[in-house]
Structure formats: C-alpha cells, structure tokens
C-alpha cells in the first residue's frame, strides 16, 4: 500500500523560503520516480521538479530553476523540496507523486501514486 504523505506548507512572506517534506511507504523506493507538483484551484496541475530516488538525477521545471531544489534521503525514505525567493505566484497546493523511472516526468498524469498535498501560500 503506497502512501505518500507532505508537510511543511504554510504562509510566507515574498521573498522568503520553505522546505517541503513527502514522506513514503509502501513500495521500492529505489526504483521510483519522485515528483512534485502544484495546482491553484480552477488550473491544470504544474510541474515543479523531480528526483530519480535511486540514481539522485534531479529534473527542474525551466521556470523554477534556480529557486527550488529537490532532494532526497534514502535513509527516511523522504524527498524534500527547498523553495526560495518565493514569490505570491507560487501560491498553490503542493503535491508529492511517484512513478516508476523519470522519463516523461513532466507528465503529471502519469503519475501513478499522490499525496493529499500541503498548502503554500505566499503574501507580497
């Protein structure tokens, strides 16, 4: 039973920073691709970045490169997503997914497995 499950939204001022958390079970990390994405109520799901759990490839959205970094360890079987300079445009509910391999990893419905997401809301 593969659960994914995020922390570490909440409100921040613009130009600041948070770190996100996904925590996983249920499955063979190692061979998985971990996503995150966003979505603001009323648009399409967003990709933001991605990290291949087994080889720590990491793949960024073009438009975010530069202030988020997406990491993960092994050991908690955890992905993180650092975000800085945040900006009000990146208010949105954040989402962890997971797939096998990275390939294609922009495409967020090929994702196979979410978590209910965590709410970042940045005010300017």
């Known amino acids: 039973h593969v659960q994914l499950v995020e922390s570490g939204g909440g409100s921040v001022q613009a130009g600041g920073s948070l770190n996100l958390s996904c925590t996983t079970s249920g499955y063979t990390w190692s061979a998985y691709c971990l996503g995150w994405f966003r979505q603001v109520p009323g648009k399409e799901r967003e990709k933001v970045a991605a990290?291949?759990?087994?080889?720590?490839?990491?793949y960024y959205a073009e438009s975010l490169k530069g202030r988020v970094t997406v990491s993960r360890d092994n050991a908690q079987i955890t992905v993180y997503l650092q975000m800085s300079s945040l900006e009000s445009e990146d208010t949105a509910m954040y989402y962890c997914a997971t797939k096998h391999g990275c390939s294609s990893w922009k495409t967020y419905q090929l994702f196979d497995y979410w978590g209910q997401g965590t709410q970042v809301t940045v005010s300017s």
């Open positions: 990290i291949n759990a087994g080889t720590g490839n990491t």
